[in-house]
């Protein structure tokens, strides 16, 4: 989900119109309204809106920016003829004001008619989206002077499956403080707006006032929404065009419009928002929860003011659209000059899935394009990147470097995720962070933050590593994953598949993991796969009823469907409710309204969900969700082969898997860890796992990882204090940027949003440290924190580490080791005449395109055979008739061209007669 403000005008639109829908004609609103920009035409506006000029209608104009509080403020204008309303304008446009704490231009103006009331006769409603359905706001005072509405107004909650009726109004007294008369009109106005709520797919709106007079006319004054842009492909025709302006104080620019088409086009994830064009520290992060790391960390060590943007690349965007990316924030950045130099961080956490050497094949380009406004502004470049083909990404950087003569520093995953950002600001010093290629570099790596614990990778011990057995059962929503745990993946998601069978090979399972795929758009078939060495046929099948009988031992869905079409099918899942018991839904920008609705049924049917916009989770030993833990050379990294004592639970998925770094790195290593995703409201919350991990003996560390938005973390404070989570954990919220804005920013995550003090990154932070978690500082910290909570452990006799197997090896597939240059093969088949080595077939060392080019031919029912093959490949394509000339004998057998006299024209019709 994300939350999107609308302009007041846009979304009184929507009202007028669909109010009287969904009341059949019982409710209708005025539809009268203008938009005033710096473009408009005040006599077009006048023949487009003809109401404006009658004498006999007043009007209101105000700033429509998103301004809160206008009314307090100022910036209200009532009871105006047309002309005092042009001059009211012309007073503000394109002026810069200061709103409370907040500076901007006023550019925006909505206009519409004044409607005259008394004060008696204005309301407060608000409804706003929770997990379980929505809550509606009233209030029986509304205006400027309404005051706290929070703790004053009633509540009424409306569970995702149920209606809104004037019944369920009236039982619950919810508009207590109106007069009798007035109610009924109310309730069904209620009703009606309710269903354009939910129906248009709003997450928030606010009417203070909403104004109901004696003769029954509604209407509300001031209006604040938001709707799920993700549900656009379900709504787009009933919300035509939306204008989605940027906060009230944070100038929008034409390159922020350009990344959102570039990510509109991609099935990757594109987002930039220009915080301070002038600062001069620039991030390029690959991630939605390292993008925000790299945020706070740059706010916390004090360069709040500096950080010039905000964004994130991810989802392994092409090669292309990774350059424009780079492309637009370099430009960005080169535009105003700071004779301090500026700053680019190339940062993120390590990737599941992309591979950072195609990635850094766009960024190098852009790079190499603006190298001399790179040089002529002194930007300094810091590198810290890993995951899929990374050490070839930073190879590449390398040669970057010294090809352009920038200055770029380069950094591997044996520094901490975020260790170039205190290095590019002078606070650490860079020769204890020797750069990746650096042949000292395990040598001067400091111990505190890079060394492992000297119990778990140090240790001379080895043993066979064994299948793990099911851990400690009891009644939790998600199903406690084992070594004989089976899924069914849904979608054509063979790399990923491969991933799966190759970390149950790794760790040494018995059976593979993934039973079977589902792919509903084709006939059942067998896809083959590798079982270490050997290849191995995994059934897929078109029907889900099908799959589920032929595999009985199925518990897990791993979904792969797009965020169309995974409503659906997490549904039809839910009706196998006694096979199916945990369901990982990957897909991201899924709409708000079907989330609840399939997690509501989910909890219904006892059925646990992990996700949507999830990579999925791991369990050494057991079992691996789709991507989760990135390339084998990382599942080695971080020792993901066999179990250690630390469970975790993070709000990111590219996080987890620098947590899987961390951890290993500062203890004896991961038991198994979740992302349950960045969404709002994810299918299962913190508290969930969090509650499986206490009640297994294996476990004795928990980690949380929060971020900002949403109040999922306040359960596991609670859970604290009340003695139900009785063991150590660790646990960090990250946004604690967000406080260093004057405005509101939407981070990487859909659910990263803080909707009031309570959702801040530093409130849940404070409230987990004093229910008795273990909290760092700061996130630079977070291993540091670790590693004293679990060497204490270690002291005291109550962990014990186990000791360590042999690491496994598993083959590396021919194609990416032929990528990664690491084998090489010979051609199957030479010829002397001919050749398939090109981009196109060549006889001679000429071009099969010259040879029809130059009229030459085949010559002879003889020749080559590949020759036919292509004539008739291109009959089928409806050519009529092809000539050719018997030039192409020379070529074959002489190895020269023919001289014109010796060739002889063939005739190839449709009916495949030859003529010489």
């Known amino acids: ?64 920016q998103l301004i809160k509080r206008r009314g307090k403020a100022g910036l209200v204008g009532l009871n105006l003829s047309f002309a005092e309303v042009k001059a009211w304008i012309a007073e503000r446009m394109k002026k810069e004001i200061k709103v409370e704490a907040v500076t901007g231009v006023l550019d925006h103006f909505i206009v519409e008619p ?88 709003f997450t928030y709106m606010e009417i203070n006032p909403i104004v109901v007079t004696p003769d029954g006319i509604i209407a509300p004054l001031d209006l604040a929404g938001k709707i799920d842009e993700t549900a656009a492909f379900l709504n787009a025709s009933q919300w035509g065009h939306l204008d989605l302006p940027a906060p009230f104080g944070r100038q929008e620019f034409p390159e922020e419009a350009y990344i959102r088409e570039l990510d509109s086009k991609t099935g990757a994830s594109l987002k930039l928002t220009i915080l301070n064009h002038a600062g001069r520290i620039w991030t390029m992060v690959a991630g939605g929860g390292a993008s925000v790391v790299y945020a706070d ?129 002078g606070i650490a010093k860079v020769e204890e962070f020797p750069e990746f290629d650096d042949e000292s570099h395990d040598k001067k790596v400091p111990a505190k933050k890079m060394k492992m614990s000297d119990d778990t990778c140090d240790t001379p011990m080895r043993e066979e590593l064994k299948a793990q057995k ?114 990982a839904i990957i897909a991201e920008g899924v709409p708000e309204s079907q989330t609840r609705m399939f997690i509501k049924a989910a909890h219904d049917k006892g059925v646990g969900i992990i996700g949507p916009a999830t990579v999925g989770g791991i369990k050494p030993g057991c079992f691996r969700i789709g991507n989760t833990g990135g390339m084998l050379d990382n599942i080695v990294m971080s020792k993901l082969y066999r179990p250690g004592s630390v469970a975790y639970v993070s709000k990111s998925g590219g996080m987890s898997n620098e947590l899987n770094n961390i951890i290993c790195r500062n203890s004896n290593g991961v038991y198994e860890g979740i992302a349950i995703g960045g969404d709002r409201y994810p299918g299962s919350l913190f508290i969930d796992h969090l509650l499986r991990y206490n009640d297994n003996p294996e476990v004795h560390i928990l980690v949380l990882l929060g971020e900002v938005g949403g109040v999922d973390e306040y359960e596991v404070c609670a859970a604290l204090k009340s003695g139900r989570i009785t063991k150590p954990l660790v646990a960090w919220c990250i946004g604690t940027c967000a406080s260093i804005f004057p405005y509101e920013v939407q981070f990487g995550h859909a659910g990263a949003l803080a909707r009031g003090n309570m959702e801040t990154a530093m409130a849940k932070n404070a409230a987990l440290k004093e229910a008795g978690a273990h909290v760092p500082k700061s996130f630079f910290d977070f291993g540091d924190e670790l590693k004293k909570v679990y060497e204490g452990l270690v002291d005291s006799g109550s962990l014990i580490p186990a000791p360590e197997p042999e690491t496994p090896k598993i083959p590396m ?38 040879v029809f080019a130059g009229d030459l031919g085949v010559g002879g029912m003889s020749s080559s055979l590949v020759f036919f093959i292509y004539i008739f490949s291109l009959l089928k394509a409806k050519h009529k008739c092809i000539s050719i000339r018997v030039g192409v004998l020379a070529l074959l057998w002489f190895r020269r061209n023919l001289p014109s006299y010796a060739a002889k024209f063939i005739e190839i019709g449709t009916e495949h007669r030859f003529v010489f």
């Not at 706001?137 to 004037?166: H, M, P, Q």
């Not at 309730?187 to 354009?196: D, I, Y």
């Not at 050749?835 to 006889?843: T, V």
């Open 114 to 201: 004044f409607v005259p009331h008394a004060q008696a006769d204005e309301y407060y409603i608000c409804i706003q989206n929770e997990r379980g359905g929505e809550q509606i706001l009233f209030y029986s005072e509304g205006g400027v002077d309404v005051g706290d509405v929070d703790s004053k107004a009633l509540r009424l909650n409306v569970a995702i499956d149920e209606a809104l009726t004037e019944e369920k109004i009236q039982s619950n007294d919810f508009l207590k403080g109106v007069p009798e008369e007035r109610k009924p009109r109310l309730q069904s106005f209620l009703v009606a707006l309710f269903q354009v709520y939910r129906k248009l797919n």
């Open 813 to 850: 597939d021919y194609t990416w080791a032929k990528k990664l240059g690491l084998v090489r093969k010979p051609a199957n088949f030479i010829s002397s005449i001919s050749d398939d080595r090109g981009s196109e077939l060549s006889y001679g060392g000429m071009p099969i395109s010259e």
């Open 297 to 425: 960390t740059i706010s916390d060590l004090g360069y709040g003011n500096e950080l010039a943007n905000y964004g994130e690349y991810s989802g392994a965007p092409s090669t292309e659209h990774t350059f424009e990316y780079a492309k637009t924030i370099i430009s960005l950045m080169t535009k105003n000059r700071d004779e301090r130099g500026k700053i680019l961080l190339i940062g993120g956490g390590i990737a599941n899935f992309t591979d950072v050497a195609a990635t850094f094949t766009g960024l190098i380009k852009a790079i190499e394009t603006f190298r001399d406004d790179l040089k002529s502004n002194h930007v300094q470049i810091w590198v810290r990147r890993a995951g899929p083909n990374y050490q070839e990404g930073l190879r590449m950087m390398r040669e970057c470097a010294y090809s352009t003569g920038l200055p770029i520093h380069i950094y591997g995953p044996e520094t901490h995720v975020t260790a170039i950002v205190p290095l590019a600001l």
């Open 470 to 583: 099911a851990d400690h059962e009891a009644n939790h929503k998600v199903e406690n994953f084992s070594a004989s745990t089976r899924c069914v993946v849904y979608g054509l998601q063979n790399r990923a598949v491969q991933g799966m069978l190759d970390f149950d090979f790794m760790c040494k399972r018995a059976v593979p993991s993934v039973a079977a795929m589902i792919f509903p758009f084709s006939p059942n078939h067998f896809i083959k796969f590798y079982w270490g060495t050997d290849e191995i046929l995994i059934p897929c099948y078109q029907k889900m009823e099908e799959t589920l009988k032929k595999h009985p031992d199925v518990t897990i869905m791993v979904n792969f469907a797009s965020f169309r079409s995974v409503y659906s099918t997490v549904m039809e899942t839910l009706e196998y409710s006694d096979q199916i018991k945990t369901i």
């Open 1 to 64: 989900m994300s939350a999107k403000a609308v302009r007041e005008y846009h979304g009184k639109l929507l009202l007028a119109k669909y109010v009287k829908e969904y009341s059949n004609g019982t409710h209708v609103m005025d539809d009268r309204a203008a938009l005033v920009t710096p473009a408009t035409d005040y006599d077009t506006l006048l023949e487009e809106n003809a109401w404006l000029a009658d004498p006999a209608v007043k009007l209101v104009v105000k700033p429509d």
